[in-house]
């Protein structure tokens, strides 16, 4: 219980900050930004509300931010760009707004980023053909647009959630036999297209789950 106190700045060689559910209250303080050494960033399942402090993406060795089960209101910020060692970040079940973050198909290191039930807006972002996503779950938002199919396309895909939004427009291609999608949830939207096609782009030998209902 309590807050997350800003004298945790004197732990300068601290690599792990674990305080998942401990019905903390307040804000994430920016003092964490001054952490340099630290790697793994987990405050989920607490009642912390505020923003997210641009500092924590200028951490260079952070690789997990887990903020989920908060709430958590305002933007990702745009430092996000800065965090070019983060291999996972959630922050599903906030209240976060604004659009996905740019850099988020551009990041040669991210492989999980789960945002779902926010309040996210905006479209969809091209992705690099280095990417390596390998979880995307952004459903239960307010995203408009198209589904990107330098999105669909990427090898290394193995969950992706965009159900329960505003996307619109025909189901690009998936990868075929050589991807390894194992979770698909495209539901609820206004997607065109035909279950057998669909199919036809999905690797049978690896997808475990399926959603495409209205």
Same mark, same amino acid.
């Given at each position: ?9 004197? *732990?300068?060689? *601290? ?30 399942d607490n009642l912390l509300r505020g923003t997210i402090p641009d500092g924590i993406?200028?951490l260079p060795r952070l690789r997990i931010i887990d903020i989920e089960t908060n709430?958590?209101? @305002? ?12 291999t996972k970040f959630d922050c599903d079940g906030n209240n976060l707004g604004g ?7 551009? =990041? ?51 969950? *992706?959630?965009?159900?329960?939004? =505003? ?8 990868? @075929? ?14 997607? =065109? ?22």
């Amino acid at each position: 219980r309590g807050s997350i106190p800003s004298e945790l700045q004197r *732990l300068t060689v *601290l690599q792990i900050l674990d305080l998942r559910s401990n019905s903390l209250t307040g804000s994430i303080p920016p003092s964490i930004g001054a952490l340099v050494q630290l790697e793994e960033l987990n405050v989920e399942d607490n009642l912390l509300r505020g923003t997210i402090p641009d500092g924590i993406f200028n951490l260079p060795r952070l690789r997990i931010i887990d903020i989920e089960t908060n709430s958590l209101s @305002g933007r990702i910020p745009v430092s996000f760009a800065n965090a070019t060692s983060l291999t996972k970040f959630d922050c599903d079940g906030n209240n976060l707004g604004g659009p996905l973050p740019e850099f988020l198909g551009q =990041s040669f290191t991210l492989e999980e980023f789960f945002a779902w039930q926010n309040d996210l807006t905006g479209t969809i972002p091209t992705f690099s053909r280095s990417s390596r996503i390998a979880f995307l779950s952004i459903g239960y938002n307010r995203l408009r647009g198209t589904i990107p199919p330098s999105l669909t396309s990427i090898q290394s895909l193995v969950g *992706l959630s965009v159900g329960r939004n =505003s996307l619109e427009g025909s189901i690009p291609p998936f990868s @075929g036999r050589s991807g390894s999608l194992e979770i698909l949830d495209i539901s609820g939207n206004d997607l =065109s297209g035909t279950l057998h096609n669909l199919l036809s782009t999905l690797n049978p030998f690896k997808l475990e789950g399926l959603y495409v209902s209205d």
